[in-house]
Protein backbone atom coordinates (compact mmCIF):
# COMPACT_ATOMS: atom_id res chain seq x y z
CA UNK A 1 0.00 0.00 0.00
CA UNK A 2 1.07 3.82 0.04
CA UNK A 3 3.43 4.63 2.37
CA UNK A 4 3.77 8.20 3.76
CA UNK A 5 3.76 11.47 1.55
CA UNK A 6 4.94 14.65 2.31
CA UNK A 7 4.67 17.93 0.25
CA UNK A 8 6.60 19.54 -0.96
CA UNK A 9 9.75 17.71 -1.05
CA UNK A 10 11.87 21.02 -1.01
CA UNK A 11 10.86 24.49 0.27
CA UNK A 12 13.75 27.50 -0.25
CA UNK A 13 11.63 30.63 1.62
CA UNK A 14 12.97 34.19 2.75
CA UNK A 15 13.85 34.76 6.39
CA UNK A 16 10.33 36.13 7.86
CA UNK A 17 8.42 34.23 5.86
CA UNK A 18 5.09 31.50 6.54
CA UNK A 19 5.88 27.94 5.61
CA UNK A 20 2.93 25.21 5.43
CA UNK A 21 4.74 21.74 5.47
CA UNK A 22 2.04 18.88 4.90
CA UNK A 23 1.97 14.98 5.78
CA UNK A 24 -0.10 11.95 4.47
CA UNK A 25 0.03 9.62 6.96
CA UNK A 26 -0.52 5.86 5.90
CA UNK A 27 -4.34 4.72 5.89
CA UNK A 28 -5.96 3.58 9.12
CA UNK A 29 -2.47 4.46 11.30
CA UNK A 30 -3.82 6.38 14.46
CA UNK A 31 -0.54 8.00 15.23
CA UNK A 32 1.36 10.78 13.67
CA UNK A 33 4.98 12.66 14.49
CA UNK A 34 6.78 15.14 13.10
CA UNK A 35 10.73 15.50 13.18
CA UNK A 36 12.93 17.91 12.59
CA UNK A 37 16.90 16.75 11.65
CA UNK A 38 19.81 19.36 10.81
CA UNK A 39 22.10 18.38 8.86
CA UNK A 40 24.50 15.00 10.03
CA UNK A 41 22.31 15.43 13.26
CA UNK A 42 19.57 13.28 14.93
CA UNK A 43 15.87 12.96 14.96
CA UNK A 44 14.62 16.32 17.04
CA UNK A 45 11.28 15.51 18.18
CA UNK A 46 8.45 18.46 17.36
CA UNK A 47 4.74 17.53 17.71
CA UNK A 48 2.81 14.14 18.00
CA UNK A 49 -0.88 13.36 17.45
CA UNK A 50 -2.74 9.88 18.54
CA UNK A 51 -6.36 9.66 17.26
CA UNK A 52 -8.66 12.39 18.93
CA UNK A 53 -6.51 13.15 22.11
CA UNK A 54 -4.56 16.27 22.53
CA UNK A 55 -1.47 16.73 20.86
CA UNK A 56 1.93 16.19 22.66
CA UNK A 57 3.54 19.50 21.78
CA UNK A 58 6.16 19.09 23.82
CA UNK A 59 9.02 19.40 21.70
CA UNK A 60 7.92 22.41 19.42
CA UNK A 61 10.84 24.91 19.75
CA UNK A 62 9.27 27.88 19.55
CA UNK A 63 5.53 29.25 19.58
CA UNK A 64 6.29 29.95 16.00
CA UNK A 65 6.13 26.49 15.39
CA UNK A 66 2.73 24.70 15.21
CA UNK A 67 0.67 22.09 14.05
CA UNK A 68 -2.62 20.56 12.92
CA UNK A 69 -4.10 17.35 12.17
CA UNK A 70 -7.20 16.98 10.67
CA UNK A 71 -9.98 14.50 10.69
CA UNK A 72 -7.26 12.13 12.30
CA UNK A 73 -5.35 11.82 8.74
CA UNK A 74 -3.47 14.82 7.20
CA UNK A 75 -1.10 16.83 9.34
CA UNK A 76 0.05 20.43 8.24
CA UNK A 77 3.37 21.70 10.24
CA UNK A 78 3.38 25.98 10.03
CA UNK A 79 6.31 27.60 10.97
CA UNK A 80 5.82 31.19 11.40
CA UNK A 81 7.94 34.09 11.03
CA UNK A 82 10.76 31.52 9.60
CA UNK A 83 15.22 32.20 10.42
CA UNK A 84 17.33 30.65 9.00
CA UNK A 85 17.79 28.30 11.65
CA UNK A 86 14.55 26.63 10.62
CA UNK A 87 16.33 25.43 7.47
CA UNK A 88 16.20 21.68 8.25
CA UNK A 89 14.45 18.15 6.47
CA UNK A 90 11.31 18.18 8.38
CA UNK A 91 10.47 14.26 8.72
CA UNK A 92 7.04 13.07 9.51
CA UNK A 93 5.90 9.10 10.50
CA UNK A 94 2.38 7.19 11.00
CA UNK A 95 2.27 4.31 13.37
CA UNK A 96 -0.46 2.09 14.71
CA UNK A 97 -0.83 1.97 18.18
CA UNK A 98 2.63 -0.17 20.13
CA UNK A 99 4.10 -0.20 16.75
CA UNK A 100 6.98 0.90 14.47
CA UNK A 101 6.99 4.01 12.75
CA UNK A 102 7.12 4.46 8.78
CA UNK A 103 8.43 7.90 7.69
CA UNK A 104 7.92 9.99 4.81
CA UNK A 105 10.40 11.23 2.92
CA UNK A 106 10.77 14.39 4.40
CA UNK A 107 10.59 18.41 3.15
CA UNK A 108 14.36 19.73 2.96
CA UNK A 109 13.31 23.43 4.27
CA UNK A 110 15.82 25.92 3.11
CA UNK A 111 15.65 29.33 4.43
CA UNK A 112 17.50 32.43 3.36
CA UNK B 1 10.43 10.49 30.98
CA UNK B 2 12.36 8.02 28.26
CA UNK B 3 16.49 8.27 28.15
CA UNK B 4 17.91 6.59 25.18
CA UNK B 5 21.50 6.65 24.96
CA UNK B 6 23.48 5.16 21.77
CA UNK B 7 27.38 4.70 21.41
CA UNK B 8 29.76 4.77 19.74
CA UNK B 9 28.56 8.12 17.80
CA UNK B 10 30.86 6.71 15.04
CA UNK B 11 32.02 3.75 13.87
CA UNK B 12 34.34 2.30 10.90
CA UNK B 13 34.96 -1.24 10.22
CA UNK B 14 37.09 -3.22 7.70
CA UNK B 15 34.48 -5.25 4.81
CA UNK B 16 33.72 -8.45 6.17
CA UNK B 17 34.18 -7.98 10.00
CA UNK B 18 31.38 -7.14 12.62
CA UNK B 19 29.68 -4.35 14.04
CA UNK B 20 27.99 -3.40 17.32
CA UNK B 21 26.25 -0.59 18.18
CA UNK B 22 24.71 0.00 21.86
CA UNK B 23 21.70 1.49 23.44
CA UNK B 24 20.83 2.12 26.76
CA UNK B 25 17.68 3.02 27.76
CA UNK B 26 15.99 4.14 31.44
CA UNK B 27 12.09 3.69 31.54
CA UNK B 28 11.49 0.15 32.74
CA UNK B 29 7.56 0.60 30.57
CA UNK B 30 9.51 0.42 27.55
CA UNK B 31 8.69 -2.84 25.82
CA UNK B 32 9.58 -2.16 21.76
CA UNK B 33 12.83 -1.49 20.76
CA UNK B 34 13.35 -0.48 16.52
CA UNK B 35 16.40 0.04 14.61
CA UNK B 36 16.43 2.68 11.88
CA UNK B 37 19.20 2.69 9.02
CA UNK B 38 19.02 6.00 7.31
CA UNK B 39 21.09 6.17 4.11
CA UNK B 40 22.56 9.97 3.12
CA UNK B 41 19.76 11.76 2.24
CA UNK B 42 17.08 9.11 2.82
CA UNK B 43 14.27 8.43 5.11
CA UNK B 44 15.13 6.01 7.93
CA UNK B 45 14.08 2.94 7.40
CA UNK B 46 13.09 0.00 9.98
CA UNK B 47 16.14 -2.67 9.62
CA UNK B 48 15.07 -4.79 12.57
CA UNK B 49 13.08 -4.59 15.95
CA UNK B 50 12.85 -6.32 19.32
CA UNK B 51 9.98 -6.53 21.71
CA UNK B 52 10.08 -7.03 25.50
CA UNK B 53 9.28 -10.29 25.55
CA UNK B 54 12.42 -11.88 23.67
CA UNK B 55 16.18 -11.57 24.40
CA UNK B 56 17.59 -11.99 21.10
CA UNK B 57 16.37 -11.35 17.39
CA UNK B 58 18.25 -11.93 13.89
CA UNK B 59 17.15 -11.49 9.97
CA UNK B 60 20.09 -13.26 8.28
CA UNK B 61 23.33 -10.67 8.86
CA UNK B 62 21.61 -8.25 11.01
CA UNK B 63 20.82 -9.45 15.32
CA UNK B 64 19.54 -8.00 18.08
CA UNK B 65 20.12 -8.35 21.37
CA UNK B 66 17.58 -7.09 24.85
CA UNK B 67 18.91 -7.29 28.44
CA UNK B 68 15.71 -5.80 30.32
CA UNK B 69 17.28 -6.18 33.66
CA UNK B 70 20.16 -3.97 32.25
CA UNK B 71 18.38 -1.98 30.26
CA UNK B 72 20.49 -2.24 27.57
CA UNK B 73 19.91 -3.33 23.69
CA UNK B 74 22.67 -3.95 21.02
CA UNK B 75 22.80 -4.28 17.20
CA UNK B 76 24.89 -7.03 15.62
CA UNK B 77 25.66 -6.65 12.11
CA UNK B 78 28.21 -9.80 10.94
CA UNK B 79 30.10 -9.82 7.60
CA UNK B 80 30.00 -6.56 7.24
CA UNK B 81 29.25 -4.93 3.33
CA UNK B 82 29.89 -1.35 2.11
CA UNK B 83 26.18 -0.78 1.39
CA UNK B 84 25.84 -1.19 5.38
CA UNK B 85 27.47 2.05 5.53
CA UNK B 86 24.95 4.62 6.79
CA UNK B 87 23.41 5.82 10.19
CA UNK B 88 22.20 3.68 12.44
CA UNK B 89 19.56 5.05 14.96
CA UNK B 90 17.93 2.72 17.65
CA UNK B 91 14.95 3.88 19.23
CA UNK B 92 12.12 2.76 22.49
CA UNK B 93 8.35 3.34 22.63
CA UNK B 94 7.29 2.93 26.27
CA UNK B 95 4.06 0.34 26.66
CA UNK B 96 2.47 3.62 29.17
CA UNK B 97 1.89 5.62 25.56
CA UNK B 98 3.04 5.54 21.85
CA UNK B 99 5.86 8.31 22.31
CA UNK B 100 9.11 7.17 20.25
CA UNK B 101 12.31 7.97 22.03
CA UNK B 102 15.68 8.19 19.79
CA UNK B 103 19.19 7.48 20.47
CA UNK B 104 21.53 10.07 19.00
CA UNK B 105 22.21 7.94 16.05
CA UNK B 106 25.65 5.95 14.88
CA UNK B 107 27.95 6.82 11.64
CA UNK B 108 28.72 3.33 10.21
CA UNK B 109 31.64 3.39 7.91
CA UNK B 110 32.32 -0.04 6.11
CA UNK B 111 35.97 0.08 4.45
CA UNK B 112 36.22 -1.56 1.26
Redesign the interface.
Known amino acids: GAGVSQSPSNKVTEKGKDVELRCDPISGHT?L?WYRQSLG???E?LI?F?GNSAP?KSGLPSDRFSAERTGGSVSTLTIQRTQQEDSAVY?CAS?T??????????TRLTVL | GENVEQHPSTLSVQEGDSAVIKCTYSDSASN?F?W?KQELG?????II?IRSNVGEKKDQRIAVTLNKTAKHFSLHITETQPEDSAVY?C?A?S?T????Y????TSLTVIP
Open positions: AYQGLFYQDLSWGDTQYFGPG | YPYKRPQLDFALNGNQFFGTG
